[in-house]
C-alpha cells in the first residue's frame, strides 16, 4: 500500500516558480513509477512528468520540458515538481500519482497504470 501527499501549491503571478512536493509513504519497489498530472476545470487530467524510482530517468508531457522538472530524494521519500516561468494557462489541481509499470514508459501518461493517487495540490496563476 501507498500513500502520497502532496503540498506546495498556491497563487503566484504570472513568471513565478513553483516546487511541489510529494511524500511517500510505503515501498515504491525497483518497478515503482512517480508521475505528476494536472487537471484544469472542465478539462481531462494531464500527463505532466515521471520519473522511475530506481533508475532516475524521466519523462515529460509535451511541450512542458524546459518549464518543469521532475526530480526525487530517495533517502526523505519525495518527489517533487519544479515548476518556472509559470503561466495562467498552467492554473490547474497538480496530483502525484504511483505506479509500479517498470521499464514500459510508453505508458507512462497514462492515468489507469496509476494505482495511487494523492489529494491533489491546487495552483493558480495569476496575469
Known amino acids: 500500500q501507498v500513500q502520497l501527499v502532496e503540498s506546495g501549491g498556491g497563487l503566484v503571478q504570472a513568471g513565478a516558480s513553483l516546487r511541489l512536493s510529494c511524500v511517500v509513504s510505503?515501498?515504491?519497489?525497483?518497478?515503482?513509477?512517480l508521475g505528476w498530472f494536472r487537471q484544469a476545470p472542465g478539462k481531462e487530467r494531464e500527463f505532466v512528468a515521471a520519473?522511475?524510482?530506481?533508475?532516475?530517468?524521466?519523462y515529460y508531457g509535451d511541450s512542458l520540458k524546459g518549464r518543469f522538472t521532475i526530480s526525487k530524494d530517495n533517502a526523505k521519500n519525495t518527489g517533487y515538481l519544479q515548476m518556472n516561468s509559470l503561466n495562467p494557462e498552467d492554473t490547474a489541481v497538480y496530483y502525484c500519482?504511483?505506479?509500479?509499470?517498470?521499464?514500459?514508459?510508453?505508458?507512462?501518461?497514462?492515468?489507469?497504470?496509476?494505482?495511487?493517487w494523492g489529494q491533489g495540490t491546487q495552483v493558480t496563476v495569476s496575469s
Open positions: 500519482a504511483a505506479s509500479s509499470i517498470g521499464d514500459i514508459t510508453r505508458l507512462y501518461r497514462t492515468t489507469s497504470i496509476y494505482h495511487y
Open positions: 510505503g515501498r515504491m519497489g525497483p518497478s515503482g513509477v
Open positions: 520519473i522511475s524510482w530506481s533508475r532516475s530517468a524521466t
